[in-house]
């Protein structure tokens, strides 16, 4: 049993920055809708707490990251990646450690929701997509897919990887061979 209220409560004494708690509870917020809306085999708690958790390490310095690296022995190149990609990757282990919560499902969602993958659970597509249309995001695109969405979720997702392998820099490898699957659907 996830105790959603804890974890709320901990997420608003973790951001300093109040437009990053909208943002947070707008994705979870969103979440649910994209679930409701297409009938999605998605457990709507573990979404909801997703969306809670996915920027958690978005305040992180990178000294933190480093040490993380360290203590688990993790592959020292993982610092090299934008931090777009870094807070995501770091976000598991630091609400591991920060609010003594663990769900394999949420944390894989969590540290692909920036780039996508190839072979993204239900949950993993529904985040992916939810922090890219939550209200509060206002770019065109953003917009044309939170449209998108209400008619058709794959379409939507794979709106999002084509943004991203078009118009980001080097996108991640994992964000291209995630678009090559899913650009059928667009
Ligand atoms: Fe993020
Ligand atoms: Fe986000």
Redesign the pocket.
């Known amino acids: 049993m996830i105790d959603v209220k804890n974890i709320i409560s901990k997420v608003k004494s973790k951001f300093t920055n109040e437009n990053r708690l909208i943002h947070t509870l707008n994705v979870a917020k969103k979440t649910q809708e994209l679930i409701i809306q297409h009938d999605l085999e998605v457990n709507l708690q573990k979404a909801y707490v997703a969306g809670l958790l ?2 958690y390490a ?1 305040e992180e310095i990178f000294e933190r990251f480093r040490e993380i690296v360290q203590k688990y022995n993790l592959d020292e190149s993982i610092l090299q990646q934008p931090f ?1 990609i870094l ?2 990757l770091f976000g598991p282990y630091i609400i591991k450690e920060e609010l003594d919560f663990e769900d394999e499902e949420i944390f894989q969602a969590i540290t692909y ?2 780039i996508g993958h190839s072979n993204m659970s239900l949950l993993d597509e529904v985040l992916f997509l939810a ?1 890219f249309i939550s209200d509060d995001r206002t770019y065109d695109i953003c917009i044309e897919v939170r449209e998108i969405a209400k008619k058709n979720f794959s379409k939507a997702v794979a709106k999002k990887l084509e943004y991203l392998v078009t118009n980001i820099p080097n996108p991640h490898q994992e964000t291209i061979k995630a678009y090559e699957k899913y650009k059928q659907y667009l």
């Open positions: 996915h920027d978005k777009s807070h995501a929701h920036p922090d």
